[in-house]
Every structure is written in structure tokens, then in C-alpha cells.
């Protein structure tokens, strides 16, 4: 059996309604070793509880080296693969979020990746999320909605995305990743959260466009378990710490109360 650390880590955020923090790192963004190691040795101090590794269209192969540069700084910040396709694999990940874009119908990214990657999967020690990913049309055109050739979901149209996300449920899929993308206009709507998160018994990431303090807050409070904040952190990483000082804050008077 493979170790469950950051399965139960999320999971338990889950049941006692912690929020957590992912910051989504993308290779081919990193122009900077040293850079990187300053900003990481920053955000270590503020209670970051992941980091996602991946994007939609990464053509270095900086991965494992990104990798082994955190692991050197700081072992106890689960490492996840976000990974836009089977060749951005790595077993030297802790776990992969082993994505299904339920919200397209594009059968390599519902499924084919997945068969690629599945026996290289089963020889590591990977622990693997098993999510459906749903894309939520963000005002612009992104690097996934091109990259897989699918229509995201309409912002508006809560009811589509809950059907959406029941078929994934029902199909077994144990985590739901809402994403309006990066660069997004705007985030995915606070309406379509809240309708995922009545129904839906599973934690609930949100990504894509939340590049305020007010827009990430606004999402937790519409539902979301975990909030990814990649391309926000890259143009200004004081909003990443800002974010985490508040969630950090947010955790605390849970546990006062």
C-alpha cells in the first residue's frame, strides 16, 4: 500500500474545515534558480500547505530539478504534480492530482493521458488524487482550453456545473479541481462553487484568476476547500504570503472556537 501522507492531510483539512493554500509552480516560468530558493525559503515561513507542479504546455525538463530544490529546503511541503499531460510525469513527486477533464470531451484528457502514465504510476510510490477536473470559462482564451481543445464551462450556468461534477462523483472521482485557467479575467464564480459545494461531499479546489486578497476570500467562503494561486504569485509574491497570513489567521479561530 502505497503512504497516504498527503491524502490524509487533505482530507482532514477537509473534515475539520481547514482552508489550504497551493501554490502552482510552472518549469518553464523559472528564470532563476536563486529567485526561486529566496521565494520559497519566504513562503516556508508563512504556512504554505502545497505546492502544485505543472501547466498545460511545460517544454523544459526542469521538473525533478525543481523538485529536489524544494525537497532541499524543506521536506514536510507535500510536492503534487499538476501535470497538463502523460510527459510531465515524475515519480520524485510525493503525489500527482491524476486529472480527468470531465468538463470537455476530449477523450486524451478524459482518459488516453491517463492509460500512458497508469503502469508508470503503479511501479512509483506516488500517491495518486484521483480528480475531476472541471475548466470554467474565465473571460480569455487559456493555455488548457487551447491545449485540450475543449469548451469550458459557462461562468454563469451553476446548474451545468454541478451536473458535471455529480458525473464525476458518481463515477468515483474523490477531488474536484474548478479552474478558470491562467491569466483568467475573472475566477470562477461564487455561484458555481456554492452550488458544487451543496451537493458535492468531496474537497474542492479553485484556481484560475485570483489574483486578490478579496477574490481568494471570496472563494472560501463560497466553499472552496483548497485555493491555487500560481500566476498571481508570479507577477507579485506578496499576495501569495498575504493570502497565506490571512488563511493561517482563518485556521486559527477555528480551532479557538
Known amino acids: 500500500m502505497k503512504h497516504s501522507a498527503v491524502t490524509d492531510k487533505i482530507l482532514s483539512n477537509y473534515r475539520e474545515g481547514r482552508k489550504a493554500i497551493a501554490w502552482l509552480i510552472d518549469p518553464d516560468k523559472l528564470a532563476d534558480k536563486a529567485d526561486f530558493l529566496a521565494q520559497l525559503k519566504i513562503v516556508q515561513r508563512h504556512h504554505l500547505d502545497f505546492i502544485f507542479i505543472g501547466g498545460s504546455l511545460v517544454e523544459s525538463n526542469g521538473t525533478e530539478e525543481i523538485i529536489a530544490t524544494i525537497k532541499q529546503i524543506d521536506t514536510t511541503i507535500p510536492v503534487i504534480l ?120 468531496a474537497p474542492l479546489i479553485v484556481g484560475g484568476g485570483l489574483n486578490t486578497l478579496d477574490k481568494v476570500k471570496s472563494s472560501f ?32 479561530s477555528l480551532n479557538i472556537n
Open 221 to 252: 467562503k463560497a466553499g472552496a476547500d483548497v485555493v491555487v494561486i500560481g500566476n498571481g504569485a508570479e507577477k507579485n509574491l506578496s499576495l501569495l504570503t498575504e493570502v497565506l497570513e490571512y488563511v493561517h489567521v482563518l485556521n486559527l
Open 82 to 201: 499538476f501535470p497538463g499531460n502523460a510527459s510531465q510525469f515524475t515519480p520524485n513527486a510525493d503525489a500527482i492530482l491524476f486529472l480527468s477533464l470531465i468538463s470537455g470531451r476530449n477523450p486524451e484528457f478524459l482518459i488516453g493521458q491517463h492509460v500512458t502514465v497508469a503502469p508508470l504510476l503503479a511501479k512509483s510510490k506516488m500517491e495518486v488524487l484521483p480528480t475531476g477536473y472541471m475548466l470554467v470559462d474565465g473571460g480569455v482564451t487559456t493555455s488548457v482550453n487551447y491545449i485540450s481543445q475543449t469548451i469550458p464551462l459557462p461562468n454563469n450556468k451553476p446548474e451545468i456545473a454541478l451536473a458535471t461534477a455529480l458525473a464525476g462523483s458518481f463515477l468515483g472521482l474523490k477531488y474536484f479541481y474548478l479552474d478558470a485557467g491562467s491569466g483568467a479575467q475573472v475566477p470562477v464564480s461564487s455561484s458555481i462553487i456554492q452550488a458544487i459545494k451543496s451537493q458535492i461531499d
